[in-house]
């Protein structure tokens, strides 16, 4: 968290190069984001046998974001492998899907997201860092 120009941006870069993995921006739809969790967090994406170790680097994200999208909020709401399971509705009707929502998350904001009511159960599932600029 932090204003423009503080390196936020830097250090989520090199999240992304060690997991060598690209960033998205914030105004990826759920269906993307979830179709790249599901695609990088394998080394065989079709097999999904061997996973590895896969994080999500999200750009710019905003309150409103999370707060108007019920979906997106719910990708953060997953702390563990056993709270990680979305059920979202499929191509097929009266059908659901299985959506294993599991990977580490970098996000970057200049708004303090905490802070916001609707946002509130990410409060225990954060750990901010400060940017801050160097005069």
């Known amino acids: 968290m932090g204003s423009s120009g ?4 830097q250090v989520a870069t ?5 997991y060598k993995t690209t960033s998205v921006l914030a105004n990826s739809t759920f269906a993307s984001l979830r179709n790249k969790i599901q695609h990088e967090r394998f080394y065989d994406p079709l097999q999904c ?3 590895k170790n896969f994080i999500l680097v999200w750009e710019d994200i905003t309150p409103i974001l999370l707060i108007e999208n019920e ?3 719910s ?3 997953v702390l563990n492998r056993k709270n990680s399971r979305i059920t979202i509705s499929s191509q097929t009707p009266g ?3 299985v959506f294993d929502a599991f990977a580490l998350k970098v996000i970057n904001s200049i708004h303090s997201l905490w802070t916001f009511w609707e946002l509130n159960e990410l409060k225990r599932r954060m750990f901010p860092i400060w940017f801050k ?3």
């Open 6 to 9: 503080t390196g936020k941006s």
């Open 14 to 18: 090199v999240a992304s190069e060690l």
């Open 49 to 51: 046998e061997f996973e």
């Open 71 to 73: 979906n997106m909020l």
């Open 75 to 77: 990708l953060f709401k």
């Open 95 to 97: 059908t659901n899907m």
């Open 133 to 135: 600029k160097r005069l």
